[in-house]
């Protein structure tokens, strides 16, 4: 099992930078990918980013790209969010997830490809 916890939410202005942490505590070894989730109120759960865990290969969605980066520790098992401009459509519950290692039915841009969620953390970003 893999425990995630997540920290760094909170209130920001429109323009201005957050940066999220998570940290796997656990099972680590070998996990595959991480990534980034967040669902705004009425609105289905979206991918916001995702990191391949050796490679450090990245992915990003089109509302973030250019102004949101993912990053990792390997040897502490955390994974990093900075966010950048942002704007209040960012507004949402940010969650962090992981996935075992693995062959998986599932693309790593898809949720379930995921076996580990954190409970998220809220950010709000005032207009």
């Known amino acids: 099992q893999v425990q995630l916890v997540e920290s760094g939410g909170g209130l920001v202005q429109t323009g201005g930078p957050l940066r999220l942490s998570c940290v796997a505590t656990g099972r680590t070894f070998g996990t595959n990918a991480m990534a980034w989730f967040r669902q705004a109120p009425g609105k289905e759960r979206e991918l916001v980013a995702r990191?391949?865990?050796?490679?450090?290969?990245?992915y990003y969605s089109d509302s973030v790209k250019d102004r949101f980066t993912i990053s990792r520790d390997n040897a502490k098992s955390e994974v990093f969010l900075q966010m950048s401009y942002m704007k209040p459509e960012d507004t949402a519950v940010y969650y962090c997830?992981?996935?075992?290692?693995?062959?998986?039915?599932?693309?790593?841009?898809?949720?379930?490809?995921?076996?580990?969620w954190g409970r998220g953390t809220q950010v709000t970003v005032s207009s």
């Open positions: 997830a992981s996935a075992a290692p693995g062959d998986r039915r599932f693309s790593n841009l898809d949720g379930r490809y995921y076996d580990y």
């Open positions: 990191i391949l865990w050796y490679s450090g290969n990245e």
